[in-house]
């Protein structure tokens, strides 16, 4: 059974750092696409950046860039996200997913799995 399992959210004040894990099973992890999205209450949900298991090819939304990097241990087959300078506007709820196949210029492709996500809340 394939399994995404997100972790490491929490309530952090603005400027503050959180680190996302997203534990994967089920599946090869050689090979795949993991992407961090995130949705805040009345809002869409919007890609915040997404990352190659193979050759680590990443990238970020702008809104996130230069602030939050994404890094895969694919011996634990985990996904991390490193937030730092977390602003109030980042609060949501944030989704790991995976995907065979990415556009790595834009995030965007066919992401087959999702986590059930975790609730990042950063108070001003």
């Known amino acids: 059974e394939v399994q995404l399992v997100e972790s490491g959210g929490g309530l952090v004040q603005a400027g503050g750092s959180l680190r996302l894990s997203c534990a994967a099973s089920g599946f090869t992890f050689d090979d795949v696409a993991i992407g961090w999205f995130r949705q805040a209450p009345g809002k869409e949900r919007e890609g915040v950046s997404c990352i190659s298991s193979s050759d680590r090819s990443t990238n970020y939304a702008d809104s996130v860039k230069g602030r939050f990097t994404i890094s895969s241990d694919n011996a634990k087959n985990t996904v991390y996200l490193q937030m730092n300078s977390l602003k109030p506007e980042d609060t949501a709820v944030y989704y790991c997913?995976?995907?065979?196949?990415?556009?790595?210029?834009?995030?965007?492709?066919?992401?087959?799995?999702w986590g059930q996500g975790t609730q990042v809340t950063v108070s001003s």
């Open positions: 997913a995976a995907a065979s196949i990415v556009d790595y210029s834009t995030c965007d492709g066919l992401y087959g799995h």
